[in-house]
């Protein structure tokens, strides 16, 4: 987290900081394209993405690729 003074929000899956209201507001993260900031909708998304192989976010830092990320 930076020394930015606006209120801003760290998503637990990839890491990545926000500080649009509304980001904040709602606990979501762009990156993930979830709402990873609210605990009961977070766990929910982790549980359903675990026994598919998709905890690796779509940046291929984290998860399993789809063919279409995939270079040829």
């Given at each position: 987290m930076t020394s930015d003074p606006r209120p801003s929000i760290v998503c637990p899956e990839c890491g990545s900081e926000s500080w649009h209201p509304k980001d904040v507001e709602e606990g979501y993260c762009g990156r993930?394209?979830?709402?990873?900031?609210?605990?009961?909708?977070y766990a929910a998304w982790k549980a359903e993405r675990e026994p598919a192989g998709l905890l690796e976010d779509h940046y291929g830092e984290?998860?399993?690729?789809?063919?279409?990320?995939t270079a040829p």
């Open positions: 993930c394209s979830w709402w990873t900031g609210d605990p009961l909708l984290v998860g399993q690729k789809s063919a279409s990320t």
